[in-house]
C-alpha cells in the first residue's frame, strides 16, 4: 500500500461526495493506493477553509492553479462548474496529473475534444464522472445484455427526469441560464452515458429541445427545461430517450427499458436496488417479470454490505468510481469512461441540438 495525495476543485455537493468517496475506499475496496486528502479549492478563501475542516483535508485554496501545481497533490478530482472544466484539466495532464472529471466532460463539445486531446497526449490516468450506471444493478443489467441472455436487442427507452424545476413559480437560479446548466447540459449525459453502455453507439437521431417556463421569478430562462431524442444505435436497435427538470413527481427518474428477442429488461433509479427481468421461456401461464434484488452475487455489491436486498446507495456509487480511478492509476489502463468516453456523451449532444434547431435527422458521425 502506499499513499496518493488528492486534490478536489469544489467543495459543494459533488466535491463532498468525492472527499467522503476517497476517505472511504481504502476501507471499502483494500485498495493498493490509499488516498490522502491533500487539498481542496474553492470559490474563495473562508469556503475552501470550511470544506476543508468539514472533509479533512491538510490544506485549502481559492486557487485552482495552485492546487494542481502542488507537490503533494498527485491526482485532482474536477468537481466545479463545466466551464472550468478544460483549462483545470489541461493544467493537470500538463503537470502530470491523473484526473477524474465530473460530468459532462466539458461545457462544449470543443472542451471535450480538447480535454481528450490533452489526457491522450499526458497517457495519464483519466475518468469521466457517470456514477449511476454503476450500480450493482445497472451492471448486472449490462452483463446481462452483453451474454445475450434477453437476445438480440430491438428497442431502448431510457429517461431522465426530475422535477426540481417543475413548480414554474420557483425562482431563476443558476440552474436557468447558461446552455450547459439546462437539462440538455445536466440531466441528459447521464441517460446517454447508460444507452451508450447498455446498447452501444448511436448512429442518427432526431431531437426536439425546449424551454416550458420561459419567465420565472427574478429572471428570463435562458435555457431548456425538456428534452426528447429519438434514435438508431449501430447494432440496428430502435432508441427514445427523455430528459426532464420538470417532470412533476419525479424525484430521480433515471429509468430505461431494453426491449429483446428472447427478454426484457426494466430498471428504475428510485428504487435502485431492484432490477426486472423477464425471460422469454417456459409456459405461457407463469411468465411474467421477476423483481430481482441486489445482494452479494451482483457486481460491487459484497464490498458494501453481505446481505441481499439490504442495498447500496448514492455515495457507494461514488466509492465504486473512486475505487476505478485508483485502479487506472495504479495500473496504467484504461478504465471505463474514460475522457474519450465522456466525449462520445458530448458528441451525442451536440448532434441533438443540431437535429432539434434543423429540425432533421442528423449523423452522429458528424459531429
Known amino acids: ?124 490516468a483519466n475518468m469521466t464522472g457517470f456514477n449511476y450506471i454503476r450500480t450493482p444493478a445497472s451492471q448486472f443489467a449490462r452483463a446481462l445484455v452483453r451474454e445475450g441472455a434477453i437476445g438480440r436487442v430491438t428497442w431502448f427507452r431510457g429517461e431522465h427526469c426530475e422535477d426540481f424545476l417543475a413548480d414554474p413559480e420557483r ?17 441528459a449525459p447521464h441517460m446517454i452515458n447508460a444507452a451508450l453502455a447498455l446498447i452501444g453507439p448511436v448512429e442518427r437521431l432526431i431531437a426536439e429541445i425546449e424551454t416550458v417556463h420561459h419567465d420565472r421569478p427574478g429572471g428570463r430562462v435562458g435555457n431548456d427545461d425538456q428534452a426528447q431524442m429519438m ?56 411468465r411474467g417479470f421477476a423483481k430481482i434484488l441486489t445482494g452479494p452475487a451482483h457486481p460491487d455489491y459484497l464490498a458494501f454490505c453481505q446481505g441481499p436486498g439490504h442495498g447500496t446507495g448514492y455515495q457507494d456509487q461514488i466509492i465504486i468510481e473512486a475505487r476505478d480511478f485508483l485502479r487506472a492509476i495504479e495500473t496504467g489502463e484504461p478504465v471505463w469512461p474514460t475522457f474519450r468516453d465522456g466525449l462520445e456523451v458530448s458528441r451525442i449532444v451536440a448532434a441533438a441540438r443540431a437535429a432539434a434547431a434543423e429540425r432533421r435527422w442528423v449523423e452522429v458521425a458528424d459531429f
Not at 57 to 67: E, S
Not at 178 to 183: I, K, L, S, W
Not at 249 to 277: C, P, V
Request: aromatic residues 8%; proline residues 4%; glycine residues 10%.
Open 171 to 187: 425562482p431563476a437560479n443558476w440552474r436557468t441560464t447558461g446552455e450547459a446548466n439546462g437539462t440538455m447540459g445536466d440531466l
Open 231 to 286: 434514435c438508431r444505435f449501430a447494432s440496428g436497435a430502435m432508441g427514445h430517450l427523455h430528459f426532464s427538470r420538470i417532470a412533476t413527481g419525479r424525484k430521480m427518474g433515471y429509468a430505461y427499458e431494453i426491449t429483446g428477442t428472447r427478454g426484457a429488461i426494466r430498471f428504475d433509479q428510485e428504487d435502485q436496488n431492484a432490477l426486472w427481468l423477464y425471460r422469454a421461456e417456459g409456459p405461457e401461464a407463469t
Open 1 to 124: 500500500m502506499r499513499e496518493i495525495g488528492i486534490g478536489i476543485v469544489g467543495g459543494g455537493y459533488m466535491g463532498k461526495a468525492h472527499a467522503v468517496a476517497m476517505a472511504a475506499v481504502g476501507a471499502v475496496f483494500a485498495t493498493t493506493l490509499r488516498p490522502r486528502l491533500e487539498m481542496v479549492c474553492a470559490t474563495s478563501e473562508a469556503s475552501a477553509e470550511r470544506y476543508r475542516a468539514a472533509y479533512g483535508f491538510a490544506r485549502a485554496t481559492a486557487d485552482w492553479r495552485a492546487l494542481v501545481a502542488d507537490p503533494r497533490v498527485e491526482a485532482v478530482i474536477i468537481a466545479s462548474p463545466q466551464e472550468t472544466h478544460r483549462p483545470i484539466a489541461e493544467a493537470a495532464f500538463a503537470a502530470g496529473k491523473p484526473v477524474f472529471c465530473e460530468k459532462p466532460l466539458g461545457a462544449s463539445l470543443e472542451d471535450s475534444r480538447a480535454m481528450v486531446a490533452a489526457a491522450e497526449r499526458s497517457g495519464l
